[in-house]
């Protein structure tokens, strides 16, 4: 089913500007600026990359190589805390002043907060959490988003600039390009003290970020006692990846601090191993774009196998040990 809703803003302007990124997680930043450079050069246009905070200037230089064709630094001791009023403040004026057509914002907790306040001082259409972008004949960017519990893919048109957009890692690859060079501008603005204030600070307790790992054995509900993941852990470990889980997992037993799907992370590995997960559509819209989905569920019907690309129906109990082995005989 596609489903199309148009935002109309009227008053755009027929210049091509350039196609911004932003985001404080580097991988994402990365791989925005290739998603970027890949836009700019079907509308004629120039990428770059936009920082903002305290000690920034000097990562602006090596932006080229990831596709930057400028880099827009902001770099001021007032940005050392993140503050969505500020960071929005200090991007909309850079917006202002340069124009671009598009700001690429991370979808992560940070720029989905960031994302509509900018918008909103821009008076500018914002879609979140976008898995495709694209330009039209009219040479308007259309973005995907999963929608209805993730049940569609809408397609959303852009009528008027700027247009922003948050995206999620690995929707794009990040590519290097070795001789690029970028243009670094030095920006000023002025912004007042943000109304919330840190207080104070922790460390989150956590290994290597899900939406980064090459393969993800996720446990479902069909795990039965807490001490049964560390079956999962070895085997994620075996393959140098990591364990994930379904919602009731995190959100109702507290085994983790977060869950993979439409209310949780998007994950994207190259190897998605579900363990004793159903699949339903609220799991299925988080992973869906793994490349090789491999799922074990004692249940023949359960919808997962409609989605898997190997399934294997039996007690997760004895085909995980069963892995386990076949794979410690081969790494000796
Ligand atoms: C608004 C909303 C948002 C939601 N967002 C999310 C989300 O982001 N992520 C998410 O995961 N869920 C989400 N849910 C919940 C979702 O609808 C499902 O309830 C959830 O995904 C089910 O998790 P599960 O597959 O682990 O458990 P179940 O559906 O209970 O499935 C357990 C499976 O394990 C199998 N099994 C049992 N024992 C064994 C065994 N020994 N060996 C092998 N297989 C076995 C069973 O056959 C069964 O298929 C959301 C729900 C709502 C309403």
Request: net charge neutral; aromatic share 6%.
């Amino acid at each position: 089913m596609r489903l199309c809703s148009r935002r109309a803003f009227s008053g755009g302007s027929e210049i091509v500007g350039e196609i911004w990124a932003f985001s404080e997680n580097v991988e994402l930043l990365h791989e925005l600026l290739s998603g970027a450079e890949e836009l700019s050069k079907k509308l004629g246009a120039s990428s770059a990359a936009v920082l903002v905070g305290d000690g920034v200037r000097e990562v602006a230089e090596e932006l080229g190589r990831y596709g930057a064709d400028k880099v827009y630094v902001v770099d001021d001791p007032a940005f050392s805390a993140f503050s969505p009023e500020a960071y929005a403040e200090a991007i909309a004026q850079l917006a202002k002043q340069f124009e671009p057509s598009a700001i690429l914002v991370g979808a992560t907790k940070r720029g989905k907060e960031l994302a509509p306040r900018l918008a909103a001082r821009l008076d500018a259409g914002c879609a979140t959490d976008c898995v495709r972008l694209e330009i039209d004949e009219g040479g308007r960017l259309v973005v995907t988003r999963w929608a209805l519990g993730g049940n569609i893919a809408a397609e959303e048109v852009f009528l008027k600039k700027p247009w922003v957009a948050t995206i999620p890692l690995r929707v794009f690859e990040k590519r290097v390009f070795e001789e690029k060079k970028c243009e670094v501008v030095e920006s000023k603005v002025s912004v007042e003290k943000p109304k919330a204030v840190v207080v104070e600070s922790k460390k989150k307790e956590a290994g290597a970020p899900l939406e980064l790992a090459r393969v993800i054995v996720s446990a479902g509900a069909g795990v039965k006692n807490r001490e049964d993941l560390k079956m999962l852990e070895e085997l994620a470990q075996l393959l140098d990846g990591q364990v994930g889980c379904s919602r009731p997992l995190s959100a109702d037993y507290g085994w983790f601090p977060e869950w993979i799907g439409l209310s949780g992370k998007k994950v994207k590995p190259d190897a998605y191993i579900a363990c004793g997960i159903s699949g339903q559509i609220q799991h299925i819209a988080g992973m869906r774009d793994s490349k090789v989905v491999i799922a074990i569920n004692s249940d023949p019907n359960a919808p997962i196998f409609k989605v898997c690309d190997y399934g294997v129906v039996g007690d997760l109990y004895q085909v995980v040990p069963a892995l386990i082995e076949l794979l410690k005989k081969r790494k000796k």
